[in-house]
T-cell receptor, first 112, second 113 residues
Framework: DAGITQSPRHKVTETGTPVTLRCHQT?????MYWYRQDPGHGLRLIHY???????DKGEVSDGYSVSRSKTEDFLLTLESATSSQTSVYFC???????????FGPGTRLTVL | AQTVTQSQPEMSVQEAETVTLSCTYD???????LFWYKQPPSRQMILVIR????KQQNATENRFSVNFQKAAKSFSLKISDSQLGDTAMYFC??????????WGAGTKLIIKP
């Protein structure tokens, strides 16, 4: 499996505060993704990146922004966290041509 | 829009039995990949098996195999000799032309001792 780490693994924050989640990979995979997972909804794509500084929106991008300044790092930012953003967030990477995605361990975010 | 449907929200079987999880998908792509991922209580998403649509032969990985029916757009997962460690959520996914995966809602599988 790809070496993918996420930090922090758990976070509790208050409504209105900014939050940044970090995804770090050591496999030099070109594509990176941020998902959220909520009961009854499976995995939903927030944003993805197809290269350094190249990002695009997924199906649930409102309230989230991303940045990718290096191949290995993909940051997800909640500019002003809301309770509806309480969720488990997963980062994934993939290599073009296979569609296979490799996942990080997830971050549980609670917004009070 | 592409869709992936898993019609069984939850299943349970006895240890050592064989179980089949269903998945249907809808795509306009000619060539694509299909996947089954497993998510145990640890929450880690683990690739179980992958099928390339242009390959006729069904993919197998040890006790896991698929029944891929391209014309019917069906992609079921068979787990033979089920073990307690197979207890998990199982997600079916299909690749699209934009390097994204379309995900099903998941099937919760419980293996009973």
């Amino acid at each position: 499996d790809a070496g993918i780490t996420q930090s922090p693994r758990h976070k509790v924050t208050e409504t209105g505060t900014p939050v940044t989640l970090r995804c770090h990979q050591t496999e030099n995979h070109r594509y990176m993704y941020w998902y959220r997972q909520d009961p009854g909804h499976g995995l939903r794509l927030i944003h993805y990146s197809y290269g350094v500084k190249d990002t695009d929106k997924g199906e649930v991008s409102d309230g989230y922004s991303v940045s990718r300044s290096k191949t290995e790092d993909f940051l997800l930012t909640l500019e002003s966290a809301t309770s509806s953003q309480t969720s488990v967030y997963f980062c994934a990477t993939s290599v073009p041509g296979t569609d296979t995605q490799y996942f990080g361990p997830g971050t549980r975010l609670t917004v009070l | 829009a592409q869709t992936v449907t898993q019609s069984q929200p939850e299943m349970s079987v006895q240890e050592a039995e064989t179980v089949t999880l269903s998945c249907t998908y809808d795509t306009s792509e000619n060539n694509y990949y299909l996947f089954w991922y497993k998510q145990p209580p640890s929450r880690q998403m683990i690739l179980v098996i992958r099928q390339e649509a242009y390959k006729q032969q069904n993919a197998t990985e040890n006790r896991f195999s698929v029944n891929f029916q391209k014309a019917a757009k069906s992609f079921s997962l068979k787990i033979s000799d089920s073990q307690l460690g197979d207890t998990a959520m199982y997600f079916c996914a299909s690749g699209d032309s934009n390097y994204q995966l379309i995900w099903g809602a998941g099937t919760k599988l419980i293996i009973k001792p």
